[in-house]
Structure formats: structure tokens, C-alpha cells
């Protein structure tokens, strides 16, 4: 390699460095701020294994986040389904988005409840983008649904109710 190719490589090397810093600079400028940092420090701690780091899910192991929870988050129904599914967890065949899962989410009855509510308004408003007429959920949400015991078979058939497609 003769000294000319080296120090082509070696510009080459450097700009494609500082292109990749631009690029990551002007990307964090555009990137909107979270929202709720509570959640999303809970969200990387509890769920990201299974759900992904932004919510995109991951097709042998959990469904995508980024769009049926927001939806759920309009209704009073949907809202109650969010604190089940975190409360008891997920069993059994579900769609989402046309795919189909048939897994086990565990439950995380043992985060307290504004914990929990954080990590789902992190769901809802910053992976989903909820409209801005969508409120929050709260701690006593979350409460609500834990003085109710139910298992992940019967989180299931609550999501039937208000899930956009069968099953
Ligand atoms: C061990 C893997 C795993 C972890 C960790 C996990 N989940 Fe899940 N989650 C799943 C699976 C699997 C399903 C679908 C279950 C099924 O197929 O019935 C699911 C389903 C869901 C759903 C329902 C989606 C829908 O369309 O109804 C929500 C909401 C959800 N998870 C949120 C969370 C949140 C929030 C956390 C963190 C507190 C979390 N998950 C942690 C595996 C996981």
C-alpha cells in the first residue's frame, strides 16, 4: 500500500467520524424531549428484554408497543387494560397490528403503583404519541386495578373488549 493510499484511507476514516458525529448531533437536537423520565428510566429497566429499547417488540418474544397502547390509553376500558396487563400480566394467543403472539408477559405487581403508571404514560405518550387530549394515567389508576386480583388468562379476555383487532 503505497503512502498516498494510507493517508486516503486515514482522511477517509476521519471524515466518516465526523460525519457520524454531525449526524448524531443534529439527531439529538431534533429528538423531542422525553416526557416522562421516570418512566422511561423504568421502561429500560423492566421491559425493554422483551419489549425492545423503543418499543418495537421483538416478533419471538413480545408485541410492539408503539401503537395499541396509545389507542387503549382513549378509553376508560382500554385505560383499565394497561394497569391489568402491567398489574397480572399477559397469557395466551393476542394480535397485534395483523401478527400474531402467543406468549407469556409476566406481571410487575411488585413495581408500586405511580411506578407503574410512569412506565405506562412513557408507553402511551412517548413510544405512542397519544393525542394530547389523552390524559395521563395516575397512581390511583393503577390502584383501582390492583384491589381486583386477575390472572393473565383473564387480562386476555378483557382485551378482547377493546383491542382494534380479534382476538
Ligand atoms: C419477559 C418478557 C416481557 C417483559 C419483561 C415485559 N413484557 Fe409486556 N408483553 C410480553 C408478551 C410476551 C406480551 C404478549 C403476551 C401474549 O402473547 O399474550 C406482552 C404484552 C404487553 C402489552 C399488551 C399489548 C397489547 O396490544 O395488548 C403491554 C401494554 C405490555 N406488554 C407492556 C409492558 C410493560 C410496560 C412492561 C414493563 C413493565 C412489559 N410489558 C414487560 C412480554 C414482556
Do not use: W
Not at 498516498?4 to 431534533?30: E, K, V
Not at 429497566?45 to 389507542?71: D, E, F, K, M, Q
Amino acid at each position: 500500500m503505497s503512502r498516498f493510499g494510507s493517508t486516503l484511507r486515514s482522511t477517509a476514516a476521519a471524515l466518516a467520524c465526523l460525519l457520524t458525529l454531525a449526524a448524531a448531533a443534529a439527531h439529538a437536537a431534533d429528538a423531542p424531549a422525553v416526557q416522562f423520565a421516570d418512566g422511561a428510566a423504568s421502561f429500560q429497566a423492566n421491559c425493554s428484554v422483551c419489549h425492545g429499547a423503543a418499543g418495537t417488540g421483538l416478533p419471538s418474544l413480545a408485541p410492539p408497543l408503539i401503537s395499541y397502547p396509545a389507542r387503549y390509553a382513549a378509553s376508560p376500558e382500554g385505560r383499565r387494560q394497561l394497569a391489568m396487563t402491567v398489574l397480572y400480566g399477559l397469557f395466551g394467543a393476542i394480535t397485534v397490528d395483523d401478527k400474531h403472539f402467543d406468549f407469556k408477559m409476566p406481571d410487575f405487581s411488585r413495581l408500586d403503583d405511580a411506578t407503574l403508571a410512569a412506565t405506562l404514560n412513557f408507553v402511551v405518550f412517548d413510544i405512542g404519541h397519544a393525542a394530547a387530549s389523552v390524559k395521563p394515567l395516575t397512581a390511583a389508576d393503577i390502584a383501582a386495578e390492583r384491589a381486583q386480583p386477575l390472572d393473565g388468562a383473564a387480562v386476555r379476555e378483557h382485551r378482547k373488549a377493546v383491542a382494534p383487532a380479534a382476538p
